[in-house]
């Protein structure tokens, strides 16, 4: 989603793949293709963004870079985020278990404090089998997506961004070193930029059980393959 265009360099961002400090760093340098609206587009969607932004550009961008995670490690991560940040998409997909319960004044949340206790219960409670029992089916080519309310683009399978012969992927267990190779890409010094943590867990992710983990691995089968 951070595009430069004097080097046709392009920086996709994986919803909880680190994607906003990626964007953090890399807007620095580059030109930013989703500004405020939080978007995670797909190479083809990020090019005719660039378009748009850049008219009478030739858009082609030579290297295109994102970052892989393990997929139970990264689903672990979206049910933090999750239930830490986004409280209304709760009620939404359960609101049998919010009866009486008023929605949150935000949708998204930054300071998990301010969320109502008895909300904050309920939410805390939710196993992450039930979260994911409640996720649409990974999308099929071809096959247009059932929308569920809410945006939860952070659950959708990694495969729907990095399934692109063009796309380098970096393997997100050394995300400092490969943020640092793709500022040098992008025309940065790698060696002595910052790197900020943003939307990073607030504390420990949740520790799966082995029948847990082998479902989240099946609901995730696409992305292991990558």
């Known amino acids: 989603m951070i595009i430069s265009y004097d080097r046709q360099t392009l920086f996709i961002g994986v919803p909880k793949n680190g994607s906003q400090t990626a964007r953090a760093v890399l807007g620095q340098i580059g030109v930013d293709l989703v500004g405020e609206m939080g978007r995670h587009p797909t190479v083809s969607e990020a090019i005719r963004l660039a378009e748009a932004k850049l008219p009478g550009e030739m858009i082609a961008p030579t290297k295109i870079y994102a970052f892989w995670r393990d997929p139970v490690e990264r689903f672990c991560s979206a049910v933090e985020f999750h239930k830490r940040c986004v409280p209304n998409s709760f009620i939404q997909l359960f609101p049998d278990r919010f009866v009486g319960i008023a929605p949150h004044a935000r949708w998204f949340e930054p300071d998990p404090n301010a969320i109502d206790l008895d909300m904050r219960a309920v ?15 990974p999308l099929v080519p071809g096959v247009l997506r059932q929308p ?3 945006n ?4 959708r399978l990694q495969s729907e961004w990095l399934d692109d012969p063009r796309v ?3 393997p997100f267990a050394d995300y ?5 190779e793709i500022v040098d890409w992008f025309g940065g ?3 002595s930029v910052d790197i900020p943590q943003i939307n990073a867990a607030a504390g420990p992710l949740s520790e799966l059980s082995m029948y847990e983990t082998e479902a989240v691995r099946a609901y995730y089968a696409g992305d292991l393959q990558l």
């Not at 939410?123 to 089916?137: F, K």
């Not at 939860?152 to 659950?155: A, G, I, K, M, T």
């Not at 400092?176 to 640092?180: C, F, M, P, Q, S």
């Open 123 to 137: 939410i805390d409670s939710v196993p992450p089998l039930d979260i994911l029992a409640a996720l649409p089916p």
């Open 148 to 150: 569920r309310s809410g």
């Open 152 to 155: 939860l683009s952070f659950y």
């Open 168 to 170: 380098t992927v970096l």
């Open 176 to 180: 400092e070193a490969g943020l640092r």
């Open 189 to 191: 010094d790698g060696v």
